[in-house]
């Protein structure tokens, strides 16, 4: 591969999608489409890389640090639920662009990094109306990448809010889709539903990058060891194989080091969402090597003396979660509520906030994900397609006739799914 910084001037000058360049005329920050993330991920082999939830700005800058220390590609994102319209996190769709782009010419980060936004819920066909309004937003804001999730509906109103919703998403950006709504062991996701999803889209020509499903794992704190099954994983894949389309691995801070290496050795995953373990660690609570919270006898967190807030700053989170009344899970509403105060401390607390996620990242990307110099087979890509698009990369194999919204209907009839419980499952 050539030297990393001529190929970092010819990634800069044609890499960065047009949204991006017009909104930071001047920037150093290879950003880019998700679409380079998940090939780069992929042309490695066997790996993948963290897509890190910067529910706050010590995370993004801790995550970039990470990054840039292992030579490795990597998504910088935020979810509806924590930075969309009724966010917890301080973190935003409209704002999360600027913050990585800001982090990344701080800090001379000249790693490729795609901004994704994730978990766009769509919970009923009411949503869609407003969901057509936001969604342009989202990419005039400097999105890169999207993920649709309709996951919470029947596998025939999933599919047509993802047709119909995909006008509204530039052609050049990072797609991923959903199936399985994320509820640990209810409800688990299986080849049929994912295949046809994946071959309704296929037949109108859209392509996702990724797919997400409900393969054991869970949103936020982990309680069970039951976590993600690979085999299940594996089999998915293997039936999406025809349609080029790799996995979104949802859930990961409840599981151990070995089941996510085998998530990235065994299955066609690009991509790994870590959220609450960046959250704690970024604190300064106590976690075990995979990054879930380790609880004392009552039950309570752990804070680590010398690691993220201050013990001052720990005792007044504490008191204000109790006077709400959050149990564990509700500690995510801090992010919102404390921000700014974090941004008041001493910049030796505040450097290491960063520290203690820069060094959890930098053990994932290298030890775990295998995602270590996947930087310059991202770099490697722009330079070939010389565009901030390197165009789809699946082709169209079913009939669009077969895909009528009638058929769509009919088909779906045919699927037996078990989309387990209702209830609120988003972190």
């Given at each position: 591969m050539a030297s990393i910084n001529s190929d970092f001037d010819k990634a800069l000058a044609v890499g960065r999608p047009p949204n991006i360049s017009k909104l930071f005329p001047n920037s150093k920050a290879l950003i880019v489409s998700g679409k380079y993330i998940d090939l780069?991920?992929?042309?490695?082999?066997?790996?993948?890389?963290?897509?890190?939830?910067?529910?706050?700005?010590?995370?993004?800058?801790?995550?970039?640090?990470?990054?840039?220390?292992?030579?490795?590609?990597i998504i910088i994102e935020i979810a509806r639920s924590e930075g969309g319209a009724t966010a917890y996190c301080p973190t935003n769709y409209w704002n999360i662009a600027r913050q990585v782009d800001q982090a990344m010419n701080e800090l001379g980060i000249t790693v490729p990094v795609a901004i994704h936004a994730d978990h766009y819920g769509i919970k009923s066909e009411d949503d869609l109306p407003f969901a057509k309004q936001e969604i342009p937003t989202l990419f005039e804001?400097?999105?890169?990448?999207?993920?649709?999730?309709?996951?919470?509906?029947?596998?025939?109103?999933?599919?047509?809010?993802?047709?119909?919703?995909?006008?509204?998403?530039?052609?050049?950006?990072?797609?991923?889709?959903?199936?399985?709504?994320?509820?640990?062991?209810?409800?688990?996701?299986?080849?049929?539903?994912?295949?046809?999803?994946?071959?309704?889209?296929?037949?109108?020509?859209?392509?996702?990058?990724?797919?997400?499903?409900?393969?054991?794992?869970?949103?936020?704190?982990?309680?069970?060891?039951?976590?993600?099954?690979?085999?299940?994983?594996?089999?998915?894949?293997?039936?999406?194989?025809?349609?080029?389309?790799?996995?979104?691995?949802?859930?990961?801070?409840?599981?151990?080091?070995?089941?996510?290496?085998?998530?990235?050795?065994?299955?066609?995953?690009?991509?790994?969402?870590?959220?609450?373990?960046?959250?704690?660690?970024?604190?300064?609570?106590?976690?075990?090597?995979?990054?879930?919270a380790i609880l004392d006898d009552a039950g309570h967190f752990q804070k680590v003396s010398g690691r993220g807030v201050s013990k001052e700053m720990w005792q007044s989170m504490l008191s204000y979660a109790n006077e709400l009344g959050y149990d564990n899970g509700g500690y995510k509403n801090l992010n919102l509520a404390f921000e700014n105060k974090f941004h008041g401390q001493p910049k030796a607390i505040k450097e290491r906030m960063c520290k203690g996620v820069e060094d959890f990242v930098y053990d994932l990307l290298i030890n775990v994900f295998n995602a270590g110099d996947s930087a310059d087979f991202c770099i490697d890509a722009i330079i070939k397609a010389n565009s901030h698009d390197p165009g789809p990369k699946a082709s169209q194999i079913e009939d669009k006739k077969e895909w009528t919204k009638a058929k769509i209907i009919a088909k779906a009839a045919l699927l037996d799914t078990d989309k387990g419980p209702d209830g609120d499952f988003d972190d």
């Open positions: 780069a991920l992929e042309a490695k082999g066997k790996a993948m890389t963290i897509a890190a939830n910067g529910r706050n700005n010590f995370i993004i800058r801790g995550s970039l640090q990470a990054a840039q220390r292992a030579n490795a590609a804001a400097g999105i890169t990448s999207i993920a649709i999730d309709a996951s919470h509906m029947l596998d025939d109103k999933n599919l047509l809010a993802n047709l119909e919703l995909n006008p509204l998403i530039p052609d050049w950006a990072g797609l991923e889709t959903e199936i399985g709504e994320i509820k640990g062991t209810q409800g688990m996701s299986a080849p049929p539903e994912a295949v046809f999803l994946i071959a309704g889209l296929n037949a109108h020509n859209i392509f996702p990058n990724w797919i997400a499903l409900n393969n054991g794992s869970t949103h936020g704190i982990e309680a069970s060891d039951q976590g993600i099954q690979v085999d299940l994983t594996h089999e998915v894949h293997t039936a999406l194989e025809p349609y080029r389309v790799n996995g979104a691995q949802h859930g990961t801070s409840g599981n151990s080091s070995d089941r996510l290496r085998a998530i990235a050795a065994q299955t066609n995953t690009t991509k790994a969402n870590v959220a609450t373990a960046l959250q704690m660690i970024s604190w300064g609570i106590q976690v075990n090597d995979y990054g879930n």
